[in-house]
């Protein structure tokens, strides 16, 4: 999982590849395995503890060569539950995945995350050749899993209601050195009438403040520069202690961990936005001035039908309370468009917001009914109208992304450069990675100076602007600037 997996595996597996290692196998392993993710960077961080379990029980992550030739031992499918393409790409992915166990009759398919926790039964009935279901909350009981379907000859079903292990409890084989993910909290307490989410993760439980800070400097010994909060509503820790202002004390904990140049968080929900976390991000400078928070609609009434516990006014008021404290905030959200019972006028209430709220991009997705959800029983709107929608709002938002890509031409901006790579940085010889804002920033390496590596840091003057990304190729000799550290 460390690195981008080889476009022939890409191509050969349709659509695989959160990444892979290149680690050799070694002669007392147990196997080789990889996993692949579905959904968001929750799932993701799943992933890197789904392959921590499975190394400490001896198994190592397959090369690309084990892939291509199909020699892999244990097939991990990390799924979502939140969209119905999600859906339809997991049992796509398991069953090609069937012509793995074709090949080589003894690999093991397993089938983990929020669809397994959902659709356990399904499942094993669909995909007869799944040999191990564990849910979201049973990662550390994969290799059991793995061990007794191969001693049974039968699937084995593991999907537990309680969480056994918070996570930091369980190993994890990090996606990158440079930049790291720490889940602060598990679970949802909201009743949102779209997401399944709740009955998938169930709960929200916060882990200790201490676990967590244990974890972010464990992750900096190993070098990582920038650290990523996570949580199903990552603002909201605490709150069930009935401490709400624990998470801008952990935003400043984490600002006062050595040797850590940069932290995000996501998501955040805005009925929990408190002052208390905006001077939090304002005044702590390793918080990046970067807000990802979730709009879903900007009409009151359809928030209501949603039960999202804000209203569009209170979701403007806490952007123009960022921007005074930032101005260079740099904000995201998601929106949902089509919900059931949606109108005209709904759908204008939320391109009037988008106007006013100028979001710095936006992850726009039309309505996907999620069966056990209350929306889900409510009367759908046609496909066409849902469709147009989208794409008025996808217009419209991509405008506005537009002109926040061409506010960056000839500043010099500060990118943490990745482990991975742009799809055309061999052809063009830059490397990628991401501003303090968060924009994707391919860089140029002008001749005769050093190549940064994965991890480095790059002042560098913005000479392009793409519809989401950036390019800056400077020029040292026109007074542009490329500086290491």
Known sequence: MAAGP???????????????????????????????????????????????????????????????????????????????????????????????????????????????????????KAAPWVDAVFGTRDIGSLPGLLDKARKDGRPQVGVSQELRDLPGRLPAVRASRSQAWVSISVGCNNTCTFCIVPSVRGRERDRSMDDILQEVEDCVRSGARQVTLLGQNVNSYGWSTGDRYAFARLLR????????????????????????????????????????????????????????????????????????????????????????????????????????????????????????????????????????????????????????MQAFLGKEVEVLIGDGHGRHDGSTHRVTGHERTGVLVHVGVPQGMPAPKPGDLVTCTVTQAGPHYLIADPDPRAGQVYDIR
Not at 12 to 36: F, I, P
Not at 58 to 66: F, N
């Open 6 to 124: 080889d476009l022939r595996i890409q191509s050969w597996l349709m659509e695989a590849g959160e990444g892979m290692s290149v680690t050799a196998q070694r002669k007392d392993s147990r196997g080789v395995y990889y996993v692949r993710t579905l959904g968001c960077q929750m799932n993701e961080h799943d992933s890197e503890r789904i392959a921590g379990v499975l190394r400490a029980q001896g198994y190592q992550q397959a090369t690309p060569e084990q892939v291509r030739a199909r020699e892999v031992d244990v097939m991990v499918l990390n799924t979502c539950a939140v969209r119905d393409n999600a859906t339809q790409r997991m049992y796509g992915t398991i069953g090609r995945w069937h012509r793995f166990k074709q090949h080589k009759p003894d690999t093991r398919i397993a089938v983990g995350g929020c669809m397994a926790q959902k659709d356990r039964e399904r499942i094993v």
């Open 253 to 404: 904990a984490c600002g006062r961990v050595p040797g850590l140049e940069r932290i995000r968080f996501t998501s955040p929900h805005p009925a929990a936005f408190t002052d208390d976390v905006i001077a939090a991000m304002a005044e702590t400078p390793t918080v990046m001035h970067q807000l990802h928070m979730p709009l879903q609609s900007g009409s009151d009434r359809i928030l209501r039908a949603m039960r999202r516990s804000y209203r569009s006014q209170r979701f403007l008021d806490i952007l123009d309370k960022v921007r005074t404290a930032m101005p260079d905030a740099l904000i995201t959200t998601d929106i949902i468009v089509g919900f059931p019972g949606e109108t005209e006028e709904d759908f204008q209430a939320t391109m009037d917001v988008v106007r006013r709220a100028r979001f710095s991009s936006a992850f726009i997705f039309e309505y996907s009914p999620r069966p056990g959800t209350p929306a889900a029983r409510m009367p759908q709107l046609p496909k066409a109208v849902v469709q147009d929608r989208f794409e008025r709002l996808q217009a419209l938002q991509e405008s506005i992304t537009m002109e926040h």
